[in-house]
């Protein structure tokens, strides 16, 4: 049986394997030239001397860091949309391996002169989801720590690795995402039973729970925390390398009503009377207001997320080895 899998899956793995190739010949050497440019223009000791807490008394090398990482986001903001490739990545796996794994062979009619070879259904099944599951694995940890590693200075420089995109490229969730795509398209093609269709739901399925789970889910893992500070705080503000995914912010007066949302004021220069004025319209007791999740929870958030996903693809699987026990 995992002769006979290997030989049929054959061209797939090797158009992977000359994919990811090909990926790696453009991720490398821009890659390199970006964590070389992050560490001679002092951007990655900047950050790191600013140190992680969400706030920061402000001091001129504050501003030189902020000035250095928008510099570096100009200049590798064309790679920033490469990022929305590796979103999509096992999206296409699941498509393209996971769909065509049952239901070709189900709507060719092979999978009866197996079934009566003296191969079990059930052993017919877990051969070919092992193989293909593991060769995806694979292909998956190899991906997931190339990307990684590519898209950290750009990370980074934008300043929180929470955010959306940023957090779906790196760490472990994308090996969760490519197995439960994998997992969805079996699904499909068990109880669908034609490879098109199965392709259409896989593709639908996966984009409506990932944008359930990133959406809904993701915020909620854990209550966010609030960040207070005076408006027009020159003394402390918050920290741009705290790496915190800020999820609301605004003004509040002093009785804690937000009077005006998506807006902040500061840090405010003493001669900047502008900036004096607008505050005053906003009363006494007035301040910044921020609602967050700490930068700290990155592999927490990692972990909830991978689990939500492996337990997704373990059910699919169940169900999809149910359904083959029982097909005529």
Known sequence: MIWLTWRQHRKEMIYTLLALAALAAIMVPTGLAMHGRYEDTGLKACLDGLGTASLLQQAPGVTECQELAHAFQEKYSDLAFVAVLFVILPVFVGVFYGAPLVARELEQGTHRFVWTQGVSRTRWALTKFGLIGG????????????????????????????????????????????????????????YWRKVLPAMGVALAGFAVVRGTVELLARPRYLPPKELTYALGEMDMAPNPASGNWSQAHGIRDGAGNLVMADARIGPCPETDSFC???????????????????????????????????????LLLALALRRLRTLA
């Open 135 to 190: 060769f995806t694995l694979l292909v998956a940890v190899v991906y997931a720590l190339g990307v990684s590693w590519w898209f950290t200075p750009l990370v980074a420089a934008i300043g929180s690795r929470m955010e959306y995109l940023a957090f779906d490229v790196q760490g472990v969730v994308p090996i969760a995402y490519t197995l439960f795509a994998v997992a969805l398209g079996v699904f499909a093609g068990v």
């Open 276 to 314: 004096a004025r607008e505050i005053q319209k906003f009363g006494s007791g007035a301040h910044n207001w921020e609602l967050y999740q700490p930068g700290d929870r990155f592999w927490l958030f990692q972990g909830i997320e991978t689990g939500i996903f492996l337990a997704l693809t373990a």
